[in-house]
């Protein structure tokens, strides 16, 4: 199973930017999707979360300034963040969850300050 995720690049600190993941159809609306972040010498860490009801979740440090969701009927999740900070600089991966865990390849998010 491959994802897709796409959108990162560098921003300044204040700034926007979208991150999307496409994933395969037979398993995608039933998934729970997320979104993690992984910075140097750091853990890799949740960031948020949507469930195949459209329930979500979100990491403290993200809360209000990232939105996560899904269009089933394109296959992609999505991750809208704003207010960046440069503590929000890592590499971003999109995970599906549906009996197995599924990772895409990182995409890396810069924030200058």
């Known amino acids: 199973v491959q994802l897709q995720a796409s959108g990162g690049g560098t921003v300044q600190a204040g700034g926007s930017l979208r991150l999307s993941c496409a994933g395969p159809?037979?398993?995608?609306?039933?998934?729970?999707l997320a979104w993690y972040r992984q910075a140097p010498g750091k853990q890799r860490e949740l960031v948020a979360q949507?469930?195949?009801?459209?329930?979500?979740n979100y990491a403290d440090s993200v809360k209000g300034r990232f939105t996560i969701s899904r269009d089933n009927a394109q296959q992609t999740a999505y991750l809208q963040m704003n207010s960046l900070k440069p503590e929000d600089t890592a590499v971003y991966y999109c995970?599906?969850?549906?009996?197995?865990?599924?990772w895409g390849k990182g995409t890396q998010v810069t924030v200058s300050s």
């Open positions: 995970n599906m969850y549906y009996r197995l865990n599924y």
């Open positions: 159809g037979s398993m995608f609306r039933i998934s729970q």
């Open positions: 949507i469930f195949s009801s459209g329930g979500t």
